[in-house]
């Protein structure tokens, strides 16, 4: 469990592929902090960390992840956020994230709003995946408000600390994005649709 808080950005340094899953290799000024066995969100993907040595750790990626997610595009020198999972006393600061992305969204606009900036993604509407004004989403494992909600787009504001310390700085027209749409809202569209089809 994430709250959407990123804490670094981790660089891929290596990628080995086996079969159809990929191993990165990251480093982060935090990896010697880390365990093995320990979950950690990247881009709002769950993973869970198999070796370290100095200031890189490694990580798996397996083919179905890769396939609902931006990592398979990932590329050596490419920055990725990072989360450790919350602490069961810790302050939740953003909002309950599974680090189970739902699908991809690709960004369409960046407009810069003197000092601010609003990111619009598009994604295709499947299943319970929706957004709803004022709500949550997280966006590459970013805790975000949506506004603008329309069906299969949102948009979303960041603010200069959050475009310094997270790779929306390396987000462009055309850039593939994790998408986690909030847990609770995923649960009401279900119920409701299982309501209103009785």
Excluded: W
Aim: proline share 2%; with cysteine; aromatic share 8%.
């Amino acid at each position: 469990m994430f709250s959407g808080i990123v804490e670094r950005m981790a660089t891929v340094v290596a990628i080995r592929e086996e079969r159809q899953n990929k191993t990165f290799t990251l480093r982060s000024e935090i990896a010697g902090e880390l365990k093995i066995d320990q979950s950690i969100s990247h881009n709002g993907v769950c993973l869970t960390v198999e070796s370290i040595e100095g200031d890189t750790y490694t990580v798996t990626a397996i083919y179905e992840t890769l396939i609902k997610s931006n990592l398979g595009l990932l590329q050596v020198g490419d920055r990725v956020n990072i989360e450790r999972s919350m602490r069961p006393d810790a302050l939740l600061d953003g909002h309950i994230v599974q680090g189970h992305v739902d699908q991809t969204a690709v960004c369409r606009a960046v407009d810069n709003a003197d000092g601010s900036y609003y990111y619009t993604f598009a994604y295709e509407p499947k299943g319970d995946n929706v957004t709803v004004e004022k709500g949550s989403v997280a966006v590459n494992g970013v805790s975000l408000t949506v506004v603008n909600s329309r069906e299969g787009s949102f948009q979303v504001a960041i603010i200069p600390y959050t475009y310094e310390h997270t790779n929306f700085k390396d987000i462009r027209v055309g850039s593939v994005v994790n998408i986690e749409f909030d847990i609770i809202g995923k649960y009401i569209a279900r119920l409701m649709k299982n309501y209103l089809s009785r």
